[in-house]
Structures are given as C-alpha cells and as structure tokens.
C-alpha cells in the first residue's frame, strides 16, 4: 500500500495491523504542523516538509516493528556565528511496537520501544521524535563557510593557528619526577 510521492503521511493508524500485513508507508509530514520541533530551530519554511518512509513487519518471535527512514530540511542556528545555517536532517530507526513500559523492557537492544495506544499510532508525533533526537548539539557551519571564521582568524595571534599541540610524548608532570629522587 505504497504512497504516492508528496502525499501526506497519515497522521493515526493501527500499527498491529499494519505490521501483521508488512505495510510499507511513504509520505511527507509537514514542518509547521510540528510544534516541539519548530521551537528548537531557527526556522522551517511554511511549505518544508519532512519526507518519511516506514515499514511496518513482524520478527521471528512475532515482535511488531517499525523500519524507517526520514529526511528533512531546516535551518538551524549555527553557534560559531549565531546566524542561519541550511542542514538536512536525516534519521534511520528501527521500534519496536510496544502498549507498556513492561513490554518495552523484553524488547532487544536494537530496537527503541515506540508506546502506542492499542489500535491508535500518531505517526506524526513518531516523526517529530526521531527529528528531535537526530537534531546536532551544537550545529556549525564548515569553518570556511562560516560568516565568524573571517573574525576569528583575525583574533588569532600570529602562528598561533600553525602551531602544532604538544607532542604526546611531552609529559607536563615530569618536572615533578625529579622531586621524587631528591632528598631532603
């Protein structure tokens, strides 16, 4: 039951059922219907859109799960100069479907427990998870892309950038060495 390409994700489904005829769901979420995560970037255009695939099956031991792939746009805030930084998030995850915390706790480490109601999924609450944790912690641009890198360069004393870090042979405690050998 593949989507067409640029239709909408669903925003609710039964994930059991889906997973017990291994249902392959393509679609787009949009952006600013993602609350949490239009807070935490710079910005999302009004017709950004993430784009998303999910495959819904079941293991050997009859564990539903969840497969899937994202990518999306966005513009986040780059920390060296504060200013707008275009970056495509991508994120690949395999869940497993779970109704409890009891049951998330059988599934195996490769799979992150996704919580549905029993016959109710939001797929879109799904997906703004999996952008959340896939956002970076301190997004910069490449160092000579970046609007600062002029500003920092200038900062820099003369060679200071050139010099290599200590050698790793160089031990800043050795002087305390010969403390140990001499007597008082």
Known sequence: MPKAPNAELPKSVDPF?????S?????????????????????VGDDSSCRV?????????????????LEAPVVLECQ????PMPYTLVSRFNLGLVTSD??????????????????SADLWSMTEDELLLVLP???????????????LEALEP?????EPE???????????????????
Not at 80 to 83: E, L, P, V
Not at 137 to 151: G, I, K, M, V
Not at 168 to 174: A, E, Q, R
């Open 17 to 21: 059922k889906l997973a017990e005829q």
């Open 23 to 43: 249902v392959v769901l393509e679609g787009e979420v949009p952006l600013s219907a993602l609350s949490r995560f239009r807070d935490a970037v710079h910005s």
């Open 80 to 83: 060296r100069c504060m200013g």
């Open 137 to 151: 912690p301190f997004p910069l641009h490449e160092r000579d892309e970046c609007p600062a890198t002029e500003t």
């Open 102 to 119: 009891a049951q998330a706790q059988q599934l195996p480490k490769e799979l992150e427990p996704f919580l549905t109601e029993d016959f």
């Open 166 to 184: 200590q050698k790793s042979g160089d031990n800043p405690f050795s002087v305390l060495a010969d403390f140990k050998t001499k007597k008082h």
């Open 53 to 69: 695939s999910l495959s819904f099956s079941q293991d050997p031991e009859r564990r539903r799960m969840v497969t899937g792939e």
């Open 158 to 162: 003369e060679g200071v950038a050139d």
